[in-house]
């Protein structure tokens, strides 16, 4: 005590003496009780997204954010779900992938959420029905270039992203797209090229190239079917009516869990695909039968896609 009281005497006294820096904080750690719930955002197979404002001073001028959580009754498996999204996200600078912000970690250590920014428009899936009339053709090709460039960066990461749809793409504003839900994405080892996986319980089945319903396995032209199937979500403004999961329906007659896969497959062997919505050009249809051919070998590549988006553009 008495030397503590010294020291402070020494400062007070002499100038040349700085008082000790306060322990520089670390911004991409958000703490729990200055962060507060404004809304529920939407929410997925095992998350939760919520809008927050973080507010460490207590005026409501602090930022609004997107926190991710996981639902109650998916928590014990998916966690480390979630820590991975976190780590994979992290890494990512690319500018149509969502921005990380941080983690925020429950008292008790157990629960951790993903601070990300938020985005006011939500995703495609929300946003294109509500707003038809002022997007255009050109404009929805926009998007696709965007989604291809953040998916090629993505590849070049050596990250598979396994569910690429219209509800994970989020919408910045008018003009700019960014992939968001990095939650089933899987790192890909250098050797083997391709993700298997074990659990399928829950998959975007409607968005899956024929190899990931047979063999489980993912590569990254998997992600290309899937953008595929993205992009006609676009052309239709993800009319529900219209929906890849409708037409599908359509095609294999009512069906539940794998009677559901086994006639998808065979509907898919038999080369038969979406068809192309009415307000499609020709042109924009064939680049979506590039992305479904049945050997991922002779899928167009995301690199291709962006290039040929763009010139179509023109
Ligand atoms: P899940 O893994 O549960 O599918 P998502 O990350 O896809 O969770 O988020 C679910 C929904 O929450 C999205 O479809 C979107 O509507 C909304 N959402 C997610 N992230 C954001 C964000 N950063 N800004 C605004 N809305 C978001
Ligand atoms: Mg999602």
Not at 55 to 79: C, F, H, I, N, W
Not at 120 to 144: A, H, Q
Not at 207 to 229: I, M, N, Q, R
Request: contains cysteine; glycine residues 6%.
């Amino acid at each position: 005590r008495a030397i503590v009281r010294d020291i402070d005497m020494l400062e007070e006294t002499d100038p040349f003496i700085k008082p000790q820096p306060t322990l520089p904080v670390d911004p991409t750690v958000f703490e729990k009780r200055f962060l507060t719930r404004i809304r529920d955002l939407g929410e997925g197979h095992f998350g939760k997204v919520e809008l927050c404002r973080y507010d460490p001073r207590g005026d409501r001028t602090g930022e609004l954010v997107a926190v991710k959580s996981l639902k109650p009754e998916t928590r014990e498996e998916q966690t480390n779900n979630l820590s991975t999204e976190i780590n994979i996200l992290k890494a990512l600078y690319h500018e149509n992938i969502v921005k990380y912000k941080g983690i925020c970690q429950e008292e008790g250590g157990q629960a951790i959420k993903l601070i990300m920014e938020y985005l006011p428009l939500g995703s495609l899936k929300e946003y294109l029905p509500r707003n038809k009339s002022r997007t255009s053709l050109s404009t929805l090709l926009s998007y696709s270039v965007q989604i291809c460039k953040g998916m090629d960066y993505l590849g070049s990461q050596n990250y598979i992203h396994r569910d690429l749809a219209a509800r994970n793409v989020l919408v910045e504003n008018e003009r700019t797209v960014k992939i968001g839900d990095f939650g089933l994405t899987k790192s890909i080892k250098e050797n083997e090229g391709y993700y298997t996986v074990k659990d399928e319980n829950d998959s975007p089945v409607f968005w899956y190239a024929p190899e990931c319903l047979t063999h489980c396995k993912f590569y990254l032209a998997s992600d290309v079917w899937s953008f595929g199937v993205t992009m006609y979500e676009l052309i239709t403004y993800c009319d529900s009516s219209k929906s890849p999961m409708t037409l599908f329906h359509r095609m294999i007659g009512k069906s539940q869990g794998q009677m559901t896969i086994i006639r998808l497959v065979k509907v898919l062997a038999e080369e038969q695909r979406l068809p192309r919505p009415e307000s499609c050009p020709e042109l924009v249809y064939e680049l979506m039968r590039k992305c479904w051919e049945n050997k991922p070998e002779r899928r167009i590549t995301f690199k291709r896609l962006v290039e040929e988006l763009t010139n179509m553009q023109q």
